[in-house]
T-cell receptor, first 113, second 110 residues
Framework: DAGVTQSPTHLIKTRGQQVTLRCSPKSGHDTVSWYQQALGQGPQFIFQYYEEEERQRGNFPDRFSGHQFPNYSSELNVNALLLGDSALYLC????????????FGEGSRLTVL | AQRVTQPEKLLSVFKGAPVELKCNYSYSGSPELFWYVQYSRQRLQLLLRHISRESIKGFTADLNKGETSFHLKKPFAQEEDSAMYYCALNPAEYGNKLVFGAGTILRVKS
């Protein structure tokens, strides 16, 4: 089991562009959460997907959107990129009833120029 | 609002010395608290949770609701404990909407 996998690992975009990040959860997991980690900070919750629906959302603008597919994989989309969106984006998966025990991917490092 | 505070960015101790990583939280409900750890070049992983009351790699953490704290302790630090440690709070009744602190780097010197 490869665990949680994310792609791409690194990418560079310019302001105003759009980006899509991808995540495959750990085998047997059906819930995917996304976190943003700015330099020197802890991860900050963006949103959570279960049964292909957004179940919970953190304090992020509508520019941040996501999707979950029938195979439980997920995408994070960010539109109209700002310099402040530069961060490490972490995907975490879990079993729906297993609160708090998250399995994280290695992250996608986004740089916005 | 829910908040997790880890007052120390860096904690440096000698091998064999006791370790205490501090975590304070702000939450009006009944909290569910966790410690996550990230070793060098590895992904973030769960170390322990307060509801299990277990010791992992010699680390323990006790929830003190009166002081709203969840400090992580180990009696004798080892070099392999060097890592970044994050305290996290789950404020939801269900789901995994964790609120993380900023983290503390633990350096164990030989």
């Amino acid at each position: 089991d490869a665990g949680v996998t994310q792609s791409p690992t690194h990418l560079i975009k310019t302001r105003g562009q759009q980006v899509t990040l991808r995540c495959s959860p750990k085998s047997g997991h059906d819930t995917v959460s996304w976190y943003q980690q700015a330099l020197g900070q802890g991860p900050q919750f963006i949103f959570q997907y279960y049964e292909e629906e957004e179940r919970q959302r953190g304090n992020f603008p509508d520019r941040f959107s996501g999707h979950q597919f029938p195979n439980y994989s997920s995408e994070l989309n960010v539109n109209a990129l700002l310099l402040g969106d530069s961060a490490l984006y972490l995907c975490a998966s879990s079993r729906q009833l297993n609160t708090g025990e998250l399995f994280f991917g290695e992250g996608s490092r986004l740089t916005v120029l | 609002a829910q908040r997790v505070t880890q007052p120390e960015k860096l904690l440096s101790v000698f091998k064999g010395a006791p370790v205490e990583l501090k975590c304070n939280y702000s939450y009006s409900g009944s909290p569910e608290l966790f410690w996550y750890v990230q070793y060098s070049r590895q992904r973030l992983q769960l170390l322990l949770r307060h509801i299990s009351r277990e010791s992992i790699k010699g680390f323990t953490a006790d929830l003190n609701k009166g002081e709203t704290s969840f400090h992580l302790k180990k009696p004798f630090a080892q070099e392999e404990d060097s890592a970044m440690y994050y305290c996290a709070l789950n404020p939801a009744e269900y789901g995994n909407k964790l609120v993380f602190g900023a983290g503390t780097i633990l350096r164990v010197k030989s």
